[in-house]
């Protein structure tokens, strides 16, 4: 696979054609219409006392109320443009979803509205540097859809999986993915990762995951989802190098290299996005029980078949 960079086209990154509109025309026969998004405030009645407070907020939360809310400002908007090329007016798009609807889902929280390019949409854009054109990705634990969401309209090359347990979180997932047009690249399932192991998820080229979980328990979920030589992309904080240090060895024993931290989107953001890069050498076969039966029927559901295993040590996989 070759190298990506920054600014990616409808026919993959760097290329010049431009990128879909927001909201653009829906795909005809690949699936089954989903429920679009309920904005608050779309709707055209009133409270009954008409106050100037509810008719603020209606407005604040209208998508349609101010578009330039939604753009990036300043010193980010120059990132913003780096990373999501022709495909920014999607982006604000998903911005605007994630400051409306996803606020008021609780989805995020309200503080981080105004800081969605920073903290969230850039932050996770940048680590489309070390993912490889064409490659198959896996988001663990998608929520809102950080990074998945933000890497599919980064980068329309890309095949993602999103990977979700909680229904209204897939609900939100779903109905974003048919809003921004992305139903061509985006998969969404509703299911823990241990449950989808054996299913369509599998087998990727690249696991992410952002603010799950410590690193063993995530290399534990993520590695079993990931081809042999595929990795592990955990989105981390400040606390990434302690983390490395005290689960190296529980990551090897899971099939994983050792762990390399890598600094995303450097001299573009700062600080930069910290990644922990956990490359797959080998399939390990899981030990201890297999999940319960309503866990085996979930996975089911989610579109593939439930796997057993566990987060702990396994051995690896011989002949």
Known sequence: MSEPRFGAGESGPGESSSGPSSFPGRSSGRRVPRRPIAFPGRSSSSSPSGSARQTDRSARSSPSADPA?????????????????????????????????????????????PRIWERHLVNCAVISEMIPIGASVVDVGSGAGLPG??????????????VEPLARRTAFLSEAVTALGL?????????????????????????????????????????????????????????????????????????????????????????????VEIVKERDVVPQGPKPSGKAAARGRGAGGRAGGRDSGQGRSRRG
């Open 69 to 113: 809310a939604f753009l990036p400002a300043g010193e980010i908007a120059e990132a913003a443009g780096r990373v999501f090329g022709p495909r920014l007016e999607l982006a604000v798009s998903y911005a605007r979803l994630l400051a409306t609807d996803g606020v008021m889902r609780g989805l995020i929280g309200p503080r981080e509205a």
């Open 149 to 162: 969401i933000v890497l599919a309209v980064a980068r329309p090359d890309l095949s993602i999986t999103l």
């Open 183 to 275: 139903e061509s690249t985006v998969t969404v399932v509703r299911g823990r990762a241990e449950d989808v192991v054996d299913g369509p998820p599998a087998g990727a080229d690249v696991v992410t995951a952002r603010a799950v979980a410590s690193l063993d328990r995530l290399a534990g979920w993520c590695l079993p989802l990931a081809r042999t030589g595929g990795r592990l992309l955990a989105l981390k904080g400040s606390s990434a190098a302690e983390e490395v240090d005290a689960h190296r060895a529980v990551v090897a024993s899971l099939g994983g290299a050792s762990p390399v931290i890598r600094l995303c989107g450097a001299g573009l953001i700062d600080p930069p996005t910290t990644v």
